[in-house]
């Protein structure tokens, strides 16, 4: 089995960063790209970013490209997003998935494993 733990959220103004985490754990070699999703309220889980199992590759929604960073840290299992310019509609949970193959891909049926979430809430 796989875990996938994110950490880093919180409440910031429009304008502002932040930067989540998220530790994998378990049978990490199974794992090869990560993802971030995220689900506003009232509204479908929506892919964010993801990255390859080297970090060579990453691939962006076009919702947050430009202002969100994707990277991982292999050596300490741990996948990042580096948000910046944070706008009101990024307020949403973000969710942290797993996908054991190596294409990265928007589809969420295509992680297998995924975190409990973290609350990002972007103030006006």
């Known amino acids: 089995q796989v875990q996938l733990v994110e950490s880093g959220g919180g409440l910031v103004q429009a304008g502002g960063s932040l930067r989540l985490s998220c530790v994998v754990s378990g049978r990490t070699f199974s794992v090869n790209v990560l993802g971030w999703f995220r689900q506003a309220p009232g509204k479908e889980r929506e892919f964010v970013a993801a990255i390859s199992l080297s970090g060579g590759s990453t691939l962006y929604s076009d919702a947050v490209k430009g202002r969100f960073t994707i990277s991982r840290d292999n050596a300490k299992n741990t996948v990042y997003l580096q948000m910046n310019s944070l706008k009101p509609e990024d307020t949403a949970v973000y969710y942290c998935?797993?996908?054991?193959?190596?294409?990265?891909?928007?589809?969420?049926?295509?992680?297998?494993?995924w975190g409990q979430g973290t609350q990002v809430t972007a103030s006006s």
């Open positions: 998935a797993a996908d054991p193959t190596y294409t990265l891909s928007m589809g969420e049926y295509e992680y297998a494993y």
